[in-house]
Nanobody, 123 residues
Framework: VQLQASGGGLVQAGGSLRLSCAAS????????FAWFRQAPGKEREGVAC????????RYADSVKGRFTISSDNAKNTVYLQMNGLKSEDAAVYYC?????????????????WGQGTQVTVSS
């Protein structure tokens, strides 16, 4: 199994980015996919989670209404559309996947991680 995150970059505050997570070797119907982020000096935190198996999509309060997690099963890719970006959204974003967890599980619950993609927000 492998996860490959991409799509990060530099964006002005208020702008948008779409992150992609190419997931190979996973059965989408049985896997929970999540996006986490880690800013310098801070712990890695959950941002969004999607489980087709459980019919659940969840977001951190800080991104609700601005971020959307989605998937394209035909492309084996999970996306994170980020709109209305704020300076506090700047971080390295990681995609994670695991078939044994529930949406909302902590960092420790996920065994499979992508390499991270940097999001920088300029004010």
């Amino acid at each position: 199994v492998q996860l490959q995150a991409s799509g990060g970059g530099l964006v002005q505050a208020g702008g948008s980015l779409r992150l992609s997570c190419a997931a190979s070797g996973f059965t989408f119907d049985r896997t929970v996919f999540a996006w986490f982020r880690q800013a310098p000096g801070k712990e890695r935190e959950g941002v969004a989670c999607w489980s087709k198996r459980d019919g659940i999509t969840r977001y951190a309060d800080s991104v609700k209404g601005r971020f959307t997690i989605s998937s394209d099963n035909a492309k084996n890719t999970v996306y994170l559309q980020m709109n209305g970006l704020k300076s506090e959204d700047a971080a390295v974003y990681y995609c994670a996947a695991d078939g044994r967890v529930l949406c909302g599980s902590s960092v420790q619950g996920f065994d499979n991680w992508g390499q991270g993609t940097q999001v920088t927000v300029s004010s």
